[in-house]
């Protein structure tokens, strides 16, 4: 066999029956001790479990003393996303970079600042002598995210100090980290496209004064070439994708490993495995397969009936991958608005123009309108459900032509910013901590907490 393989012979079919046996728990204990499944109770609201800096989500206020429902607000150090991506817009100016240097020091930079921060980047943006061929090219995953993982924790071979905690030394490596991630990506990807599908095998070196969202089309595609206009999209939807608080589950598994005193290697590889789920980053892969079988099955998309129709099959587990979801909509915090996807919506606008598909526009349009109306209908929500970041994040890879084994690897190209920042503030604070007593622990067994989605 070329692949290491075993089959689920009729012996591990009984012992998995054994774990489904002795492995459930009685679902009333969470609601006797309060225990927040995914911590979060019903109506979605957070348990505290730390406390950070780096970003702030917020999706209520109070009205009469009554906490009500709001439309969705991101911060990152106290700048509201939406102003920084307009200024990034209406001066023409990537804003990657400027936004890596906020999260990380939290503040933002001045022109020298920046050109020096950026300069940084630039030459980081390399990786150790053979190891494309070495590590990337040998063994080629069909998940991108596995190879990603594997070649950080690679990379740990290749550092003279990985251990060292200090402070200096755990930044000097988070920022090669984001520095050689969209290579780390786009490699593996071009490494399976060749030795797993058989097409030919592009690896072009990155420009150092480019920037990572321009590197990263110069790097995927066989000739190079980009338009303006698709590399400051990327560039929105990865400072979009960078941070968002400290109870995301990659973010939460990142203070949570960093914690332990561990490397960064290690503590990055654990966040990436988290954002892997399709529950957490693999959610906008989702998104687009559900339009590509949903255009096959609304043949007018200005009918909203037909459109309609389609969403309660999707709700009554009669179309699509029959799990009764329609996938990019509602959030575990957001109700009335992800600010993200607010943001995203006018730029996705523009690039549909570009590239010809408006049609395959107004049907994500009619979705994300119709939807909500749909769905209380049809069930019973405990708050309000909007479009959330995946909802359209999807529709923009698929017009940058990106294929969707790296949908997920963008999203860690992005967010390996934010979990550095976070294990900066967790590395910086640990020790300062004290811990308190658990309380109405269960007997004979602990119970940990799952964090949020």
């Known amino acids: 066999m070329s692949r290491f393989n075993m ?220 338009t303006a206009l698709e590399a400051e999209i990327l560039d929105i939807a990865l400072i979009l994708h960078m941070e968002h608080g400290g109870g995301n589950n990659s973010t939460f598994t990142t203070h949570v490993v960093s914690s332990s005193g561990t490397d960064t290697y290690s503590a990055i590889a654990a966040a990436l495995g988290s954002l892997k789920g399709p529950k957490h980053g693999g959610a906008n892969i989702k998104v687009v397969k559900m339009f590509n079988d949903m255009r096959k099955h609304v043949h007018d998309y200005s009918d909203e009936d037909e459109v309609r129709t389609y969403l309660r099959k999707l709700l009554h587990k009669e179309a699509f991958d029959k799990r009764g979801l329609i996938y990019g909509m509602g959030h575990a915090i957001y109700s009335v608005s992800d600010p993200r996807a607010e943001v995203f919506k006018g730029y996705v606008e523009q690039l549909a123009r570009e590239k010809g598909r408006m049609k395959d526009y107004q049907l994500y349009e009619a979705v994300e309108r119709l939807a909500p109306q749909v769905i209380a209908e049809e069930r019973k929500i405990y708050k309000g459900v909007s479009a959330n970041v995946d909802f359209y994040s999807g529709f923009v890879y698929s017009m940058l032509d990106l294929p969707l084994e790296l949908y997920t690897p963008m999203f860690a190209i992005a967010r390996i910013v934010g979990w550095s920042a976070h294990r900066m503030e967790e590395l910086i604070n640990v020790d300062k901590i004290i811990r308190p007593a658990y309380k109405n622990v269960l007997p004979e067994a602990e119970y940990i907490p799952l964090a949020d989605r």
């Open 7 to 226: 089959k689920v012979t009729p012996e591990i079919e009984k012992l998995t029956q054994i774990c489904l046996e002795n492995d459930k728990l009685d679902l009333s204990l969470y609601g006797k001790y309060d225990v927040k499944r995914g911590l979060r109770d019903l109506n979605g609201k957070g348990v505290l479990a730390g406390l950070t800096q780096i970003s702030n989500v917020q999706a209520t206020k109070i009205v009469d003393g009554k906490e009500v429902p709001c439309a969705g607000k991101l911060s990152y150090r106290g700048y509201d996303i939406k102003d920084l991506t307009r200024g990034f817009i209406n001066d023409r100016r990537f804003g990657f970079e400027e936004v890596t240097y906020l999260l990380l020091f939290g503040k933002l930079p001045n022109q020298e600042e920046l050109n020096e921060f950026s300069g940084i980047l630039a030459d980081q943006r390399t990786l150790p002598r053979n190891f494309v061929r070495d590590v990337i090219m040998k063994a080629p995953s069909r998940d991108i995210m596995n190879a990603l993982s594997r070649s950080v924790l690679t990379l740990y071979s290749y550092d003279k100090d990985p251990d060292n905690i200090q402070l200096d030394n755990v930044l000097r490596q988070c920022i090669n980290l984001i520095s050689v991630f969209p290579l780390l990506s786009v490699y593996a990807y071009q490494a399976y496209n060749h030795y797993e599908k058989g097409k030919s095998l592009y690896i072009h070196q990155p420009k150092r004064e480019l920037s990572t969202a321009e590197n990263i089309l110069r790097l995927l595609r066989p000739d190079k070439k980009y």
